[in-house]
């Protein structure tokens, strides 16, 4: 709710509900714990926070509207219990500080990270390098501090930082300039063979695309059934295509992925952009 989350960008903290009557503020995870059971039995999440969540981490989370904010930890679990908290029945109760929490705008925010978004988890790790050394970049551009170091042993090449559905979202970009459609509602997590059709803005005709990243091999063969009524475009971020070549099977090399990323730079999201540069800056 809008208040609560009002609540929370004034007084720089970050949680979740599962108040309990009668227990004051407290740091004390035990004290809290034994009341709590009492009266919800359990809460694995408010656990999770005290086990997880420490100084110096980086948090997203996002607002009522769907606008995203980047926080700085400044401080671990505690139960915060306030009267503007009660008086207004605002619920968050099991909280963490923060050092800031950063307005993101929506191309700034990795795919990795909307895509962890979801509705059944209040909170939750966020895997990938890529995630983190990008979110560290981030934090240290919006507060204008430099107080992450970013790794840069991962970072081989602006592939290497891309993730899955920033790589989708470039190949999909790519494709538009070639004259082909996007269908939206075909981009679904269980299609299995591909992650998109297209449809020609020349001749109307027809194509699935499918892409990988990191060591997952593309078997042309694996899609030699599809190729009589549809155009197949391939594209694996380490170029690890095996199988035998077909005429309607085109696997996309890195170099005009990474020509269309100088050429098109305008045009691309913040996210993708500024690890373009963050690559640049390490490589020299």
């Not at 420490?54 to 915060?80: H, I």
């Not at 895997?127 to 507060?143: A, H």
Request: aromatic fraction near 14%; glycine fraction near 4%.
């Amino acid at each position: 709710m809008k208040n609560t989350f009002d609540y929370c960008l004034r007084e720089n903290l970050l949680g979740v509900g599962w108040r309990v009557p009668g227990l004051q503020s407290t740091k004390n995870w035990n004290d809290y714990y034994k009341e709590a059971i009492k009266t919800h039995g359990k809460v694995n999440v408010c656990k999770y926070i005290n086990k997880w969540v420490e100084e110096y981490d980086l948090v997203w989370t996002r607002d009522q509207n769907g606008k995203y904010y980047l926080a700085k930890v400044e401080s671990g679990w505690e139960y915060l219990n306030t009267k503007e908290a009660k008086d207004k029945d605002i619920d968050i109760a099991n909280v963490f500080r923060c050092e800031n929490i950063l307005p993101v705008e929506i191309d700034e925010v990795p795919g990795k990270v909307i895509a962890s978004f979801r509705a059944k988890r209040s909170i939750q790790k966020v895997t990938g390098f890529q995630t983190l050394e990008y979110s560290k970049f981030l934090w240290n551009k919006l507060s204008g501090k430099d107080t992450y170091d970013i790794n840069s042993t991962k970072i081989k090449d602006v592939f290497s930082m891309l993730d899955d559905e920033e790589t989708e979202d470039l190949i999909f970009l790519y494709l538009q300039t070639k004259d082909w459609f996007i269908v939206p509602n075909s981009r679904k997590g269980d299609t299995m063979k591909y992650e998109f059709y297209l449809i020609s803005k020349i001749d109307h005709s027809k194509a699935l695309v499918q892409v990988k990243t990191g060591n997952s091999i593309l078997n042309r063969e694996e899609y030699l059934d599809l190729d009589n009524q549809h155009l197949v475009y391939l594209f694996q971020s380490n170029e690890k295509y095996v199988g035998k070549q077909s005429n309607n099977i085109v696997c996309l090399s890195r170099d005009e992925i990474r020509s269309f990323i100088e050429e098109s730079f305008p045009i691309l999201p913040k996210a993708i952009k500024f690890k373009y540069n963050l690559v640049k800056s390490i490589k020299g």
